[in-house]
T-cell receptor, first 115, second 115 residues
Framework: EAGVTQFPSHSVIEKGQTVTLRCDPI?????LYWYRRVMGKEIKFLLH????????ESGMPNNRFLAERTGGTYSTLKVQPAELEDSGVYFC?????????????FGQGTRLTVV | AQSVTQLGSHVSVSEGALVLLRCNYS??????LFWYVQYPNQGLQLLLK??????LVKGINGFEAEFKKSETSFHLTKPSAHMSDAAEYFC?????????????FGKGTLLTVNP
């Protein structure tokens, strides 16, 4: 069974450009999460989808970030326009349910560098 | 609100030696606690978790952790380090009771194992 897949693995863009990150969750997982780790800091929660609906987007840093999950399958996270402080590793995770007895599986992350 | 403090951003041990990675947490509700590991070029993998019940929790690869409420700690241990244990380890607390998401992570501890 394929795990959580993220594309691209690395991205280097210039300040002011747009970047779109993609996450393919494990098939059948209704719950999808985005996290971000800025260098030297903690991994922080960004948002949570249940199917195609945003359940909790309290961690989104500002309106330059837009997450979508059309059809409740894969998700995209767009940063427009990118700023230097957006650099970091973006993780996606998915799970079948929300209870602590259900494991959330993480992808390997997308390393974003804004120069 | 929750927070996690991992003491030591880098821990180095010899192969065969005890591994001790420290984690202290702060939580406004009874915590659910997690340890994740990230091997190079891979995603985060769940090592073990504490929800309720027995305070000594056993995980994969010979790791275990003990929940100590009085000390607000959840330290990770392994009696004998192996070269394959070299990775970054993250302690996390769940932000929502009964949920496996919206985790609050510590800054991570990079474990080096010397031959």
């Amino acid at each position: 069974e394929a795990g959580v897949t993220q594309f691209p693995s690395h991205s280097v863009i210039e300040k002011g450009q747009t970047v779109t990150l993609r996450c393919d969750p494990i098939s059948g997982h209704d719950n999808l999460y985005w996290y971000r780790r800025v260098m030297g800091k903690e991994i922080k929660f960004l948002l949570h989808f249940v199917k195609e609906s945003k359940q909790d987007e309290s961690g989104m840093p500002n309106n330059r970030f837009l997450a979508e999950r059309t059809g409740g399958t894969y998700s995209t996270l767009k940063v427009q326009p990118a700023e230097l402080e957006d650099s970091g590793v973006y993780f996606c995770a998915s799970s079948q349910a929300l209870g602590v007895n259900t494991e959330a599986f993480f992808g390997q992350g997308t390393r974003l560098t804004v120069v | 609100a929750q927070s996690v403090t991992q003491l030591g951003s880098h821990v180095s041990v010899s192969e065969g030696a005890l591994v001790l990675l420290r984690c202290n947490y702060s939580s406004s509700v009874p915590p659910y606690l997690f340890w994740y590991v990230q091997y190079p070029n891979q995603g985060l993998q769940l090592l073990l978790k504490y929800t309720t019940g027995a305070t000594l929790v056993k995980g994969i690869n010979g790791f275990e952790a003990e929940f100590k409420k009085s000390e607000t700690s959840f330290h990770l241990t392994k009696p004998s380090a192996h070269m394959s244990d070299a990775a970054e380890y993250f302690c996390a607390v769940s932000g929502l009771r009964g949920s496996n998401y919206k985790l609050t992570f510590g800054k991570g501890t990079l474990l080096t194992v010397n031959p």
